[in-house]
């Protein structure tokens, strides 16, 4: 994992793109951490531990991290952890941080770019702004599916979106999401020449990781059972909150995209011939993903492309 951080932002420095991935622990300044814990954060995370006071000062700490976060994310990500997550009990809070920009391979048309209607989840239709063009892309088709990969500029990324064939698949396309099924589709991408329609959309969005987290069994992490005791060498420390939030920009040009997540710890007191037409005119998944090393950056699903309020 840390080798893959390393790397991202050795190459996202490049004029071909942007792309920042930091990490970042704040732990109360009185509070004893092991040194094997933070060499390992460091070297494996490039993350550090940086001491704020919790006890004395919960909204002046929630304000460094904050701040340090809407840096990171060039002001997309804005009040990750909100007022009341933190308090005097709060022993350490994690962060991660991604940032990315880049411009599409074959960009789209703005003259080409036209109102048109998008299904949404209850049947009803909206219009909104459709990009469109004709061009070779990486095309699949399985499982009542298509899946297209649209490179961005240095071929190093792409974005690549899962559109169900019916306009209602939406739903059974997500239980069929396994690592699997994914990897799977990914390898049957051929290029070939492509009709493509997708919407321009910006989305923000954040949310509790706690039920996702616990439905994956790490429900005990979240109680006074939690075993922590390689941070501190003692069984104190227990999950509180893990919150996620995620900004992302599609237009003709190409993409901006930012996600942070911050975990808050506290002590323990309780293909056929035909030329395909891609038309994502409903509900579909996208994600940007890391070509070299397949690592997914960020992950998605577009229910409703119109600007939000």
Known sequence: ????????NARGGTDAYELRVANALWGQQDFAFLDAFARLVET???????????VAAAEKARGTIN?????????????????????PMTRLVLTNAIYFKGNWARQFDEDRTQDAPFTLLDASKVQVPMMNQKARFGYAEADGLQVLQLPYVGD????????????????????????????????????REVFVSIPKFKTTSK????????????????????????????????????????YVDVNEEGTEAAAATGVVMKLTSAMPDRT??????????????????????FFGRVSDPRPQD
């Open 276 to 297: 395909p037409v891609f038309q994502a005119d409903h509900p579909f998944l996208f994600m940007i993903r890391d070509n070299a090393s397949g690592s997914i950056l």
């Open 67 to 87: 701040t340090w976060v809407e840096e990171q994310t060039n002001g997309k990500i804005k009040d990750l952890i909100s007022q009341g997550a933190i308090g």
């Open 156 to 191: 190093e990324l792409s974005m690549v979106i899962l559109l169900p064939r019916a306009t209602d698949g939406i739903g059974q396309l997500e239980q069929q999401l396994t690592a699997g099924n994914l990897a799977r589709w990914l390898d049957d991408l051929r290029e």
């Open 207 to 246: 949310f509790s990781l706690e039920s996702v987290l616990r439905s994956m069994g790490m429900g005990q992490a979240f109680t006074g059972a939690a075993d922590f005791s390689g941070m501190t060498g003692r069984r104190d420390l227990f999950i509180s909150a893990v919150i996620h939030q995620a």
């Open 1 to 8: 994992f840390g080798r893959i951080i390393r790397d991202l």
């Open 44 to 54: 494996e995370y490039g993350g550090h531990i940086r001491n704020v006071d919790f």
